[in-house]
């Protein structure tokens, strides 16, 4: 039996969100029940509710980056009880037999990924995010969230932290490595901080200098803006990494110039438009150009590990629900330093 939660929702494709409820599914057999207490806002949620990717699911409850306290499990849950400290990313279900799903990188499962919102799920119900007060997940789609993060400062790195994670775990960010993070917003402040808890040697690079207290302030070791054109001369053929976070179309070919030989330009941001080089940019200096989609469950548990070793939170804003539809706008205008967090409770 489905139980009815309190929930902000987006009723239409670019109507407000506004207060109202959603059912839940009954806590199945492997199923934990979670009293959210912190969804985070992610810029995908905006473009989500306004439908920017095509094919939204109305009404749409947004939030992939959820962290809260388990109050209920099934009778055949193992990793949880009640009164664990909890969270949920980007997905909540794939298939479970293919190659991807076996090897740990659900996010890739060939079947695809059931979205935490704006999916269906396999019941053929539609699934609703984290701007509500509860929520019901399989166990092996929750992670657990160390005792030493604050659940409000955890919850943005359900998707932010994880999306920058992933990369620079692959590529090998650390010690005698030169990472540039492109773009410090939501997704690049925690780019910089993992980058350089891991050991590398990181530089910002943001449009204007603006933030450059900030991006040293969170670990970086260098801050160039992009809006300068001789910065792409200055630093040409210096970094072994570049992740871009940036959704605006890039100049790939002046982005390639800055890789050392070898290196790898990284994109976890997604412009709606294609974009073009000129092969030559990765011909010469066997670069590679590559994209990145956040992590599967266990990367996703090991980045949560590692960011309360290091005592690496997001930086957030707090806010109550009533202003989720201030803070898009705020979103959009790249007015937050560095993630708005809502206040659960204010759901109710
Ligand atoms: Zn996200
Ligand atoms: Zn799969």
Not at 121 to 134: L, N, V, W
Not at 162 to 187: D, E, F, M, Q, R
Not at 216 to 223: E, K, P, S, T, Y
Request: aromatic share 6%.
């Amino acid at each position: 039996m489905t139980t009815n939660v309190p929930a902000y929702a987006v009723p239409a494709a670019n109507a407000p969100l506004e207060r109202t409820t959603v059912p839940r599914r009954a806590v199945g057999e492997h199923d934990v029940l979670i009293e959210i207490k912190y969804a985070g806002i992610c810029h995908s949620d905006i473009h989500q509710a306004r439908d920017g990717w095509g094919e939204g699911i109305f009404p749409m409850v947004p939030g992939h980056e959820i962290a809260g306290i388990v109050t209920e499990v099934g009778p055949g849950v193992t990793k949880y009880a009640a009164g664990d400290r909890v969270g949920v990313g980007c997905f909540v279900d794939s298939c479970r037999r293919c190659a991807y799903c076996r090897q740990g990188l659900e996010q890739y499962c060939a079947e695809g990924m059931t979205g935490t919102y704006n999916a269906l799920g396999r019941d053929g119900e539609p699934t609703y995010g984290g701007y509500s007060t509860h929520i019901v997940v399989d166990e092996n789609y929750t992670v657990r969230i160390p005792d030493g993060l604050g659940l409000d400062v955890a919850a943005p790195l359900l998707c932010a932290g994880i999306t920058l994670y992933s990369p620079l775990a692959h590529w090998n960010a650390g010690p005698g490595k030169s990472v540039a993070i492109v773009g410090l917003g939501g997704l690049g402040h925690m780019g910089v901080k993992i980058a350089h808890a891991m050991g590398a040697e990181v530089t910002v690079l943001s449009q204007t200098l603006r933030k450059e207290a900030d991006g040293r302030r969170l670990g970086a070791d260098h801050f160039h803006a992009t809006g300068d054109p001789e910065t792409f001369t200055k630093l040409a053929g210096t970094f072994d990494l570049v992740v871009s976070t940036v959704s605006a179309p890039l100049d790939l070919d002046a982005y390639l110039g800055l890789l050392r030989t070898g290196g790898t330009l990284v994109n976890v941001g997604a412009p709606e438009e294609p974009v073009s080089l000129n092969l030559f940019s990765v011909i010469g200096g066997r670069k590679t150009l590559a994209g990145s989609m956040i992590g599967g469950i266990a990367e996703t548990q090991e980045m949560l590990d590692f960011c309360a070793e290091y005592g690496l939170g997001a930086e957030i804003e707090l806010i109550d629900a009533d202003r989720i539809n201030e803070a898009y706008e705020r979103v959009l205008r790249s007015d937050v330093r560095y993630r708005f967090v809502i206040d659960a409770s204010t759901i109710r």
